[in-house]
């Protein structure tokens, strides 16, 4: 069983950054992908980005260029740095953890880009 947990959520004017944080109770190098996602009220939820285990790293088209994902396996944390955040960007952010036999998802964050 893996818990994530995220944090680092909030308000934040229209142009600002923020960075989300998800620590697993496990080494996220024993899961094959570490990914973020997001859920808007009123729509599905989808992909922002991805990171494998062997590095490889995959955005939706409209975060490239201003979302980073990284990892830090001595702190078993997965980040994803926001910036040049707009309001279509407002929604619960969500931390995904993917294994063969199992997904594994936190509670969400809930970040919210506004004036």
């Known amino acids: 069983q893996v818990q994530l947990v995220e944090s680092g959520g909030g308000l934040v004017q229209p142009g600002g950054s923020l960075r989300l944080s998800c620590a697993a109770s496990?080494?996220?190098?024993?899961?094959?992908?570490m990914g973020w996602y997001r859920q808007a009220p009123g729509k599905e939820r989808e992909l922002v980005a991805q990171?494998?285990?062997?590095?490889?790293?995959i955005y939706t088209e409209s975060v490239k260029g201003r979302f980073t994902i990284s990892g830090d396996n001595a702190e078993n944390t997965v980040y994803l740095q926001m910036s040049s955040l707009e309001p279509e960007d407002t929604a619960v952010y969500f931390c995904?953890?993917?294994?063969?036999?199992?997904?594994?998802w936190g509670q969400g964050t809930q970040v919210t880009v506004s004036s």
């Open positions: 496990t080494s996220i190098f024993s899961i094959n992908i």
């Open positions: 995904n953890g993917w294994t063969p036999s199992r997904s594994y």
């Open positions: 990171l494998t285990r062997g590095g490889t790293t």
